[in-house]
């Protein structure tokens, strides 16, 4: 009998169905977006809608069926994988609004708090004054963008009797219960994302010292798990689909539901499995679990996640974890960060006075405004005669964290710099600045990679998902300025999507498994139903490499001096008071 697995990816606007077959084909995609509210006068604060999620989701299910004409009582396993957002419900799942003002706590549709916004800053300082052994587990940092900061404002922020209907999901959880009814929650969501410390539980003195003591005297029953209710990555949620939900996403009731995961998870598992075509031509042997202590999965779209497993705990500052059980059991992950890449790699470029010029050109060639730009800078090389794209921006550096640094410094009061700046509106600079955005983000990726293997990992190559490893040039600096290969599984933009089809299918195939072979029968299916990958190795001169070296050099550089400079500052202001 043929069996198919569907899997669900939500990203930061959109939701993503993909239909995938046992070996791992991919037989049908849908694409439905999903909308994001800003407040015109604060920057901080992006909102969605568990509402319209859901049924973006639905749209998108019901058209991979549709494609591919596929019986749906032949899907067998379903998996979900989604942000690290807040969505926030009553008790009987329905949404209470998370907007600041006279309707915070009430019924309302926006109920997520996007992983992006902000709003939280002073209850993360507060989380981080604390010193609490938590803390140990998120490089020392808790950043603002996870969820215990966001809950603390909302307890701030609204009315008791409103705080104390609520109850909590991290996004992945809110789709497996959305779709099963079940409140358990993943591992993966409450280890990496809501301060469950991996082998010990709840921690009941950091969230009394922190104000959400009622958190504790209720059971934790607001943020689950308060049953025990904790599954690893695929394990089945519930009795599968609901009546109603399997109605809504035109699939059969009982459909096995995978435990959920991070976006970011699921694109270390749609990746690290991969093969790989070897010096030679041939393609490499199927990987053992073993060897994913050696491949650093980086899934790379609006911003970029870096992640790696490792059988033991290793504690990197500034990189989150190391989380135990976050998605096979008995490894533990590590997981650093660049909270804007491809968002500012867009923010560069459009907002440059070229930008409308490149446009034009683009649409003139057929082409897409990256290979534009790619091509000026291949036109400069000559004109200029420099022997790389590095010699032509070589007076020119950027430190890349407008919104601050998630890894591995885990300040999100860090800013961007530009230094080099010329008098130049053509699209010639448009283009140099292009590349010194892309040498930035290169750089970043070394420096949270050299903070994790210099605390004991062992990283030795790259595996890249997501719509930047379309980039080639910016692959290519991956692997230049790390000096390891970088893997990038085919068809890349579907490696998340797939992840999460892989959870599907772990979910239906659970009964055969049990006990120790839980983690060993994920691996393999990873293994089984990865596509092979590209390889880009490290191709860069002497002269070029001895440009990057000086280039990270100044990189490095330029975080001491910004924190100098920002002391001086408030130093001054402090003098005055």
Excluded at 3 to 22: K, N
Excluded at 43 to 50: I, L
């Amino acid at each position: 009998m043929p069996a198919y697995y569907v899997g669900v990816d939500v990203g930061t606007g959109s939701a993503r169905a993909a239909l995938v077959q046992r070996d791992g084909t991919l037989v049908a995609t849908s694409i439905h977006d999903t909308p994001t509210w800003r407040d015109e006068e604060d920057h901080r604060v992006f909102e969605q809608s568990t509402t319209a999620t859901w049924a973006a989701i639905c749209s998108a299910v019901k058209g991979v069926i549709m494609e591919s004409k596929v019986d749906p009582s032949d899907v067998k396993g379903l998996g979900f994988d989604a942000t690290c957002s807040l969505a926030v419900t009553d008790m009987g799942g329905n949404p209470i609004c998370i907007t600041g003002g006279e309707n915070l706590g009430l019924e309302g549709e926006r109920n997520i708090i996007l992983w992006a916004d902000h709003r939280a800053e002073k209850e993360a300082e507060l989380i981080n004054s604390t010193g609490s052994g938590v803390l140990d587990y998120v490089g020392g940092v808790m950043s603002l963008e996870m969820e215990i900061p966001k809950i603390l404002w909302l307890k701030n922020h609204m009315k008791p009797e409103h705080f104390s209907r609520c109850q909590f999901f991290d996004l992945p959880d809110y789709l497996t219960y959305r779709a099963t009814g079940s409140v358990a929650r993943s591992c993966c969501s409450l280890t990496c994302k809501c301060s469950y410390v991996p082998g010990v539980g709840w921690d009941a003195g950091f969230f009394e010292q922190i104000g959400l003591g009622e958190l504790v005297s209720s059971g934790y029953v607001q943020i689950g798990a308060s049953s025990g209710v904790l599954l690893t990555a695929g394990e089945p949620v519930g009795k599968g689909l609901t009546k109603k939900a399997a109605q809504e996403l035109g699939l059969v009731q009982g459909t096995p539901v995978g435990s959920g995961i991070i976006d970011a998870y699921a694109g270390w598992i749609g990746t690290v499995g991969a093969k790989y075509k070897e010096e030679g031509g041939n393609l490499s042997p199927p990987a053992k679990i073993k060897e994913s202590s050696h491949r650093l999965a980086v899934v790379a779209g609006t911003s970029t996640c870096h992640l790696v497993q490792n059988p033991r705990g290793i504690f990197v500052n500034g990189v989150w974890g190391p989380y135990r059980d976050a998605v096979i059991p008995g490894y533990w992950m590590n997981e650093g960060g660049q909270s804007s890449t491809g968002q500012l790699i867009h923010f560069v470029t459009t907002t440059h006075p070229a930008y409308s010029g490149l446009l034009k050109i683009a649409e003139g060639g057929n082409a897409s405004a990256h290979e534009v730009l790619n091509k000026k800078l291949d036109e400069l090389v000559k004109l200029e005669s420099v022997s790389s794209r590095t010699e032509l921006t070589k007076d020119l550096h950027m430190y890349p964290d407008l919104r601050g640094n998630r890894s591995p410094i885990a300040d999100p009061r860090m800013r961007g710099s530009v230094v080099g700046f010329a008098l130049d509106g053509t699209i010639n600079d448009l283009a140099r600045k292009y590349n010194v955005t892309l040498e930035a983000i290169a750089l970043q990726t070394k420096h949270i990679v050299d903070e994790m293997n210099g605390k004991g990992h062992e990283i030795r190559s790259i595996f890249v998902s997501g719509g930047q490893s379309k980039n080639v040039a910016l692959m290519q600096l991956f692997a230049n300025t790390c000096n390891m290969p970088v893997v990038i599984p085919q068809p890349s933009s579907t490696a998340v999507v797939t992840g999460a089809a892989i959870l599907g299918r772990f979910a239906a195939e659970a009964s055969e498994r049990s006990g120790e072979q839980n983690g060993k029968g994920l691996w393999d299916i990873m293994v089984e139903m990865t596509a092979p990958g590209t390889v880009i190795s490290a191709s860069v001169s002497p002269r070029e490499k001895k440009l990057l070296d000086a280039k990270y050099s100044i990189f490095l550089e330029a975080i001491e001096i910004q924190k100098r400079w920002r002391k001086k500052m408030e130093d001054a202001v402090s003098e005055e008071n």
